[in-house]
């Protein structure tokens, strides 16, 4: 999903703490490192601020308590242009680089701090795996298209045969692995898990601990769809989990990847919160009217960049055009960086993804995917969710699996709830709040977990 991307002020990091964890059982996988760092591209205007003869490297946003990147001396405002004699130019080659980089391996950074150019080294550090008092927790890995990703399962302590959820997070390239307790999704596993559902987590390729695949911001939607196909298909081989009862949970992106997978077995339910039904093409056009205005851009100015908007998804939706081709018109290049944050240097990424993640996302048929499965479906939608905001699309899901399996479609609208679980009165507050980080540590609405626990006893 996109998180409001062309809002300058409401900044997604996407994927930029490598929350890296060690395996229990697996002989492939190593604890990786954390470098408690988030970051972003550095642009022209940053590179000339700290004069640089280059555009490259990548921006310290935020360094925390526990990290490498702390222990080495990082900073907020740090410029990273070298890990280990290897020059960054971007925050993939970053990912790239610390995906190679183990537990107690030396690391060298070469960095621009105000202008002056500086080294520092550390040993690396990782951070703590997931553990409950009340709950027993197993990492595993499974191969991938030539490398391993990583399995965790969460499940309640004494249960010896649970059902289980199977996890599908949103579109950014962030770690399921130690999120924390602030974080929604850990709030909402921890009170399944409570409940007595085992819950199933993978990473995707390059997060966390996976090895030897590509990193997340440059595969494509069927690479990402194809590796939440490849785990949820290993359930069967974990002996205490009950394969007669197996749900599935997909937020944002997750909930368009959840009718898409080849479920092998079979899942029993399938909910899905803050999603899409119709095509890319359509839900880009009707975002940029609806997030736009919310976003403070005036009616009349909206309706005059309409034609622009509507040229540019066309032709990169429907024509496939690269972005490399459409910003050859000139209006295409500022509509690019202004609305996607697009880097010329970094040609093939658009809101932190892969420029074909999104062209694909265009050729999937949503529609006949739910129309084909006939278990239990939820579709939930928040009120003043302004990234999912169509409450039409949420009640189609339910709408289309009644059509064709009377019965077994529900939708449930949740009020004061947005795209991330938090509590706000309206959109306008949703909006205004979507980047205040201490706000949504203090305001997660819990009615997600009840809705959640309700329908499971239900089915």
Same mark, same amino acid.
């Given at each position: 999903?996109?998180?409001?991307? $062309?809002?300058?002020?409401?900044?997604?990091?996407?994927?930029?703490?490598?929350?890296?964890?060690?395996?229990?059982?697996?002989?492939?996988?190593?604890?990786?490192?954390?470098?408690?760092?988030?970051?972003?591209?550095?642009?022209?205007?940053?590179?000339?601020?700290?004069?640089?003869?280059?555009?490259?490297?990548?921006?310290?946003?935020?360094?925390?308590?526990?990290?490498?990147?702390?222990?080495?001396?990082?900073?907020?405002?740090?410029?990273?242009?070298?890990?280990?004699?290897?020059?960054?130019?971007?925050?993939?080659?970053?990912?790239?680089?610390?995906?190679?980089?183990?537990?107690?391996?030396?690391?060298?950074?070469?960095?621009?701090?105000?202008?002056?150019?500086?080294?520092?080294? +550390?040993? #690396? @550090? &990782?951070?703590?795996?997931?553990?409950?008092?009340?709950?027993?927790?197993?990492?595993? =890995?499974?191969?991938?298209?030539?490398?391993? @990703?990583?399995?965790?399962?969460?499940?309640?302590?004494?249960?010896?045969?649970?059902? #289980?959820?199977?996890? !599908?997070?949103?579109?950014?390239?962030?770690?399921?692995?130690?999120?924390?307790?602030?974080?929604?999704? =850990?709030?909402?596993?921890?009170?399944? #898990?409570?409940?007595?559902? /085992?819950?199933?987590?993978?990473?995707?390729?390059?997060?966390?601990?996976?090895?030897?695949?590509?990193?997340?911001?440059?595969?494509?939607?069927?690479?990402?769809?194809?590796?939440?196909?490849?785990?949820?298909?290993?359930?069967?081989?974990?002996?205490? @989990?009950?394969?007669?009862? !197996?749900?599935?949970?997909?937020?944002?992106?997750?909930?368009?990847?959840?009718?898409?997978?080849?479920?092998?077995?079979?899942?029993?339910?399938?909910?899905?919160?803050?999603?899409?039904?119709?095509?890319?093409?359509?839900?880009?056009? =009707?975002? /940029?009217?609806?997030?736009?205005?919310?976003?403070?851009?005036?009616?009349?100015?909206?309706?005059?960049?309409?034609? &622009?908007? @509507?040229?540019?998804?066309?032709?990169?939706?429907?024509?496939?055009?690269?972005?490399?081709?459409? /910003?050859?018109? +000139?209006?295409?290049?500022?509509?690019?960086?202004?609305?996607?944050?697009?880097?010329?240097?970094?040609?093939?990424?658009?809101?932190?993804?892969?420029?074909?993640?999104?062209?694909?996302?265009?050729?999937?048929?949503?529609?006949?995917?739910?129309? =084909?499965? &006939?278990?239990?479906?939820?579709?939930?939608?928040?009120?003043?969710?302004?990234?999912?905001?169509?409450?039409?699309?949420?009640?189609?899901?339910?709408?289309?699996?009644?059509?064709?399996?009377?019965?077994?479609?529900?939708?449930? &609208?949740?009020?004061?709830?947005?795209?991330?679980?938090?509590?706000?009165?309206?959109?306008?507050?949703?909006?205004?709040?979507? $980047?205040?980080?201490?706000?949504?540590?203090?305001?997660?609405?819990?009615?997600? !977990?009840?809705?959640?626990?309700?329908?499971?006893?239900?089915?």
């Amino acid at each position: 999903m996109v998180f409001l991307c $062309s809002m300058k002020k409401l900044v997604i990091l996407t994927g930029i703490c490598l929350l890296l964890t060690a395996t229990v059982n697996s002989q492939h996988i190593r604890r990786r490192a954390f470098m408690g760092t988030a970051l972003i591209n550095v642009n022209d205007s940053i590179a000339k601020a700290n004069h640089m003869t280059e555009t490259y490297g990548v921006l310290v946003q935020t360094v925390l308590d526990g990290g490498t990147g702390r222990k080495a001396g990082l900073q907020c405002g740090d410029i990273l242009i070298n890990i280990n004699n290897q020059k960054i130019t971007n925050k993939g080659t970053f990912l790239q680089f610390i995906s190679q980089i183990k537990e107690g391996d030396e690391i060298r950074f070469e960095f621009f701090r105000n202008g002056t150019l500086m080294k520092t080294k +550390s040993k #690396v @550090l &990782s951070p703590t795996k997931d553990n409950y008092d009340f709950a027993d927790v197993v990492y595993d =890995e499974i191969p991938f298209q030539g490398g391993f @990703l990583r399995n965790i399962i969460v499940t309640p302590k004494g249960v010896k045969k649970a059902p #289980v959820i199977f996890f !599908i997070q949103g579109y950014t390239c962030v770690s399921m692995d130690n999120l924390g307790p602030d974080n929604p999704y =850990e709030k909402i596993i921890v009170e399944l #898990v409570k409940k007595g559902y /085992a819950v199933f987590k993978t990473e995707k390729p390059g997060m966390g601990d996976c090895t030897g695949t590509a990193t997340c911001e440059d595969i494509d939607f069927y690479t990402e769809l194809n590796a939440f196909e490849t785990a949820y298909q290993t359930i069967p081989k974990y002996s205490f @989990l009950d394969t007669s009862q !197996i749900y599935i949970f997909g937020h944002s992106m997750g909930g368009v990847i959840a009718p898409l997978i080849k479920r092998i077995p079979e899942a029993k339910g399938i909910a899905v919160y803050g999603t899409v039904t119709r095509s890319w093409f359509e839900y880009f056009i =009707e975002q /940029a009217r609806f997030q736009q205005i919310y976003a403070g851009e005036d009616y009349v100015d909206n309706q005059a960049n309409f034609p &622009s908007r @509507l040229k540019f998804n066309y032709e990169f939706l429907i024509d496939k055009k690269s972005l490399t081709e459409l /910003a050859k018109d +000139s209006s295409m290049y500022a509509y690019l960086q202004q609305e996607w944050q697009w880097n010329p240097n970094v040609p093939d990424k658009m809101s932190g993804r892969n420029y074909k993640f999104w062209q694909q996302l265009q050729d999937v048929n949503l529609i006949k995917s739910w129309a =084909e499965y &006939s278990g239990k479906t939820l579709a939930i939608w928040g009120e003043n969710d302004f990234v999912a905001f169509s409450r039409t699309d949420h009640e189609w899901v339910a709408d289309i699996i009644n059509h064709y399996h009377p019965g077994n479609g529900k939708f449930v &609208s949740l009020p004061n709830s947005d795209h991330a679980f938090t509590y706000n009165q309206s959109m306008k507050q949703a909006v205004e709040n979507w $980047s205040n980080g201490a706000y949504r540590k203090k305001n997660f609405n819990p009615a997600i !977990i009840k809705t959640l626990e309700i329908w499971l006893k239900e089915n």
